[in-house]
C-alpha cells in the first residue's frame, strides 16, 4: 500500500516548520497542499516556505502556478499523487503539508463529491439549521447516516452535515455508502496525518505577530508588484487573505494599521474554520505544540518506522 505523511492544521500553527523537521529526518521531499502557496508573486501573503527552507527540504508545488491559473483540487488530486508516487519509487516517503483541507482531501481520500447536488436543497437545509438548530440536522444525519455522523466531531461542521443530507434526500442512499465505492475505486494510500494543537489565544497571537511580520517583510508592496502586473482580479478571485486589505490600503481606503487589523481577524476567523475542518477527520493525531518533547518522540517514530 502506498504511504505518506500529512502535516495539516490551522493557519499560523507551524506546519512548515514541522514538515521540514519531518522531511530532514525521513531524507525525503514536500508537496505543499496550501492552495494559496501554488501561486508566484505572492509569497509573502501566503507565507509560502522561504528559499533557505526550500533549499533545506525540496517542495513540490510552491509558486508554480501564475495567478491568474487555476487549479481545482481534482486536478491537484492527480498531480500531488503522481509526484508521491514518484518520491517514493525512488525510496521516499512524501510530506504532505498544507491548511486547505479540500486539497488534503483530495490526496488522501481521491475527490469525493457525491453524485447529484441541488442547491435548493442546501438552502432548505440551511435555513433549517438556523430554525431548528446544528443539533437538529446532526440528529436526523445519524437517523440515515450513522456511519458518516460517527466521522464527524461537532454539529457545528455544517458544511459536512448539509452534503451528507443533501446526497441522502437526492439519491435515497447514505453519503457513506457512496464513499465506500468510491474508495474501493481508487489505488489505496495510507497517510499518517498530524496536527499541531495550540490554545486558542496562543494561536491567535501567533497570527497577531505574523501579519505584522508579513507587512514588515513587504507585502503591501508584494500586493502593489501584482496590481501593477495585472492581477488585481485575481486577488478577489483567489479570496486570498489580506490581499484586499493591502489593496484597499494602497487605494486609500484604509490605513495601513486599519488593513493590518482587518487581516489579522480574517486570519482568526479562517483558523476558526480550519480547526472544525480538522477536527471532524478523527484519523487526525494531535500533539501538544508547546510539547517539544512529544513532538521530537513523534519525528524518531516516524523516522524509525522508515528505516523498519
Known amino acids: 500500500m502506498n504511504r505518506a505523511i500529512a502535516v495539516v492544521g490551522p493557519t499560523g500553527s507551524g506546519k512548515t516548520g514541522l514538515a521540514i523537521r519531518l522531511a530532514k529526518a525521513l531524507n525525503t521531499e514536500i508537496i505543499s497542499a496550501d492552495s494559496m502557496q501554488f501561486y508566484r508573486g505572492m509569497e509573502i ?70 453524485p447529484a447536488r441541488a442547491q435548493s436543497v442546501r438552502d432548505r437545509l440551511r435555513a433549517q439549521a438556523v430554525a431548528e438548530g446544528n443539533a437538529a440536522l446532526m440528529a436526523r444525519l445519524r437517523a440515515v447516516d450513522p456511519q458518516y455522523a460517527d466521522q464527524l466531531t461537532s454539529e457545528n461542521d455544517l458544511v459536512r452535515i448539509i452534503r451528507a443530507l443533501e446526497v441522502f434526500e437526492i439519491t435515497g442512499r447514505p453519503f457513506s455508502e457512496w464513499h465506500r465505492e468510491h474508495q474501493a475505486a481508487l489505488t489505496p494510500w495510507q497517510v499518517d496525518q498530524v496536527a499541531l494543537l495550540w490554545d486558542r489565544d496562543l494561536l491567535y497571537e501567533r ?18 508588484r501584482l496590481i501593477e502586473a495585472g492581477y488585481e482580479k485575481d486577488l ?14 494602497l487605494r486609500g481606503d484604509c490605513t495601513l494599521t486599519e488593513a493590518a487589523e482587518m487581516t ?32 521530537a518522540t513523534w519525528i524518531d517514530d516516524m523516522a524509525g518506522q522508515r528505516k523498519g
Request: net charge positive; hydrophobic share 40%.
Open 45 to 114: 501573503g501566503t507565507a509560502a516556505p522561504t528559499p533557505e527552507e526550500q533549499a533545506a527540504v525540496p517542495h513540490h508545488f510552491v509558486g508554480f502556478l501564475r495567478p491568474d491559473e487555476t487549479m481545482a483540487a481534482g486536478h491537484y488530486e492527480r498531480l500531488a499523487r503522481a509526484k508521491a508516487t514518484e518520491l517514493l519509487a525512488r525510496g521516499r516517503i512524501p510530506v504532505v503539508v498544507g491548511g486547505s483541507g479540500l486539497y488534503i482531501s483530495a490526496f488522501i481520500d481521491g475527490l469525493f463529491d457525491g
Open 207 to 224: 497570527i497577531n505577530r505574523r501579519v505584522d511580520a508579513m507587512i514588515a517583510a513587504g507585502w503591501r508592496e508584494e500586493t502593489a
Open 236 to 249: 478577489y478571485r483567489l479570496k486570498a487573505l489580506g490581499y484586499q486589505e493591502m489593496a484597499a490600503c
Open 264 to 295: 489579522k481577524q480574517h486570519h482568526r476567523r479562517y483558523a476558526k474554520r480550519q480547526m472544525t475542518w480538522f477536527r471532524g477527520d478523527k484519523r487526525i493525531q494531535w500533539l501538544s505544540a508547546t510539547d517539544e518533547p512529544a513532538i
